[in-house]
């Protein structure tokens, strides 16, 4: 466990739900990534986002799928992509990242309460 942290800490993360438009592979990271757009809906819009994903996923399994991204990071650089937001997910016991889940559809851009 971390570092304990406060309830308003905890509010400053802001974490919504978005619709994966559109899913490529992403050759010029250092470790195997895809480059997502994400449709976190009219108030926020398309944002874009790394994911090392690609052990449990292919691009094609990913479009129209919902995930949860925090939204309030400031972009990262990360070659020559600007991920700009935050996609969710846990590691599995092979280290592995496998996507946190909306298990019913929310509308795009949905925070997380």
């Known amino acids: 466990m971390t570092d304990e942290i406060t309830f308003d800490d ?56 919902q995930v949860m991204a925090v939204v309030n990071f400031p972009p990262r650089q990360i070659g020559p992509f600007r991920s700009e937001v935050l996609t969710l997910g846990m590691a599995d016991a092979n280290g592995d990242i496998v996507l946190a889940a909306i298990d019913k559809p929310v509308e795009n851009g949905a925070k997380l309460h």
């Not at 990534?33 to 449709?39: E, G, N, P, R, V």
């Open 10 to 65: 905890f509010l400053k993360v802001d974490i919504r739900a978005g619709t994966i438009i559109e899913a490529e592979t992403f050759p010029q990271a250092r470790k195997p990534a895809y480059k997502l757009k994400i449709d976190f809906g009219a108030d926020i819009g398309v944002k874009k986002s790394s994911a090392q994903i690609t052990v449990h996923y292919t691009p094609e399994s990913l479009v129209g799928r």
